[in-house]
Nanobody, 125 residues
Framework: QVQPVESGGGSVQAGGSLRLACVAR????????WGWFRQAPGMKREGVAD???????EYADSVKGRFTISKDSAKNTLYLQMNSLKPEDSAMYYC???????????????????RGQGTLVTVSS
C-alpha cells in the first residue's frame, strides 16, 4: 500500500488561501472515499471533506463554501483548495482513504488510519 504524502501547508493570514495535495494510490474498491482530516493541538480529529469514486463530495459544515475537494486519479493526487481561511482552520491536515461512512460519522473518525505525516496549516488573525 502506498503511504500518502501530504503537501501544501503553510502560514497565511486570515482570508488567505492554500491548496493541499496528497499523493496516494486511490483504492479500487467501491464504497471507498478519499478525504481530508485535521487535528489541532489538544483537539479531537475532525473530518473536513471527502470524495467518492464517482466524484460525489461531502464537507464539514465549518468549511462549506470555503473549501473544495477534488482528485486527479490519473496523477493519484487528492487536493483540498482552502479559501477564506480562518484562524480556527489552523491544524495538521491529513489525507486518508477508507469506507465512505468512516468519513461521515464523527464517532468513527478516530478509527481511520492516517498513514501520512500530514501538512501543517497555520492561519493568523
Amino acid at each position: 500500500q502506498v503511504q500518502p504524502v501530504e503537501s501544501g501547508g503553510g502560514s497565511v493570514q486570515a482570508g488567505g488561501s492554500l491548496r493541499l495535495a496528497c499523493v496516494a494510490r486511490e483504492s479500487d474498491y467501491r464504497g471507498y472515499c478519499w478525504g481530508w482530516f485535521r487535528q489541532a493541538p489538544g483537539m479531537k480529529r475532525e473530518g473536513v471533506a471527502d470524495i467518492d469514486e464517482d466524484g460525489n463530495t461531502e464537507y464539514a459544515d465549518s468549511v462549506k463554501g470555503r473549501f473544495t475537494i477534488s482528485k486527479d486519479s490519473a496523477k493519484n493526487t487528492l487536493y483540498l483548495q482552502m479559501n477564506s481561511l480562518k484562524p480556527e482552520d489552523s491544524a495538521m491536515y491529513y489525507c486518508a482513504e477508507d469506507h465512505c461512512q468512516m468519513f461521515r460519522r464523527s464517532d468513527m473518525w478516530e478509527y481511520v488510519a492516517l498513514r501520512g505525516q500530514g501538512t501543517l496549516v497555520t492561519v493568523s488573525s
